[in-house]
Nanobody, 124 residues
Framework: QVQLVESGGGLVQAGGSLRLSCAASGGTFSGYSMGWFRQAPGKEREFVAGISWSVRSANYGDSVKGRFTISRENAKNTVFLQMNSLKPEDTAVYYC?????????????????WGQGTQVTVSS
């Protein structure tokens, strides 16, 4: 069973940047599409970005397009989320997730494995 561990969260001022990492262990990373989601208090879990195993396709939530970039290094079983031009409304717990499908999708229920989350707080 693949296990996911996120890191890189923290406190940053508006306009700043953070880079989140998600490391997979305990099983093969091969063939999994990966996604980043976030959840703020009192809100539903929101799709942020996703990337296919082949790295040929990536998609983003509307609220982060042009500011966030997802990438992965399959040899290192790691996926990244580069977050630039951060806004206070980006404050949330960020989760990475894996699904055994070719392409990433936006529906949280389509993902099989989840990390424990990392807190991102953007101050104004």
């Amino acid at each position: 069973q693949v296990q996911l561990v996120e890191s890189g969260g923290g406190l940053v001022q508006a306009g700043g940047s953070l880079r989140l990492s998600c490391a997979a262990s305990g099983g093969t990373f091969s063939g999994y599409s990966m996604g980043w989601f976030r959840q703020a208090p009192g809100k539903e879990r929101e799709f942020v970005a996703g990337i296919s195993w082949s790295v040929r396709s990536a998609n983003y939530g509307d609220s982060v397009k042009g500011r966030f970039t997802i990438s992965r290094e399959n040899a290192k079983n790691t996926v990244f989320l580069q977050m630039n031009s951060l806004k206070p409304e980006d404050t949330a717990v960020y989760y990475c997730a894996a699904r055994g499908g070719v392409h990433p999708v936006a529906a949280p229920g389509s993902y099989d494995v989840w990390g424990q989350g990392t807190q991102v707080t953007v101050s104004s």
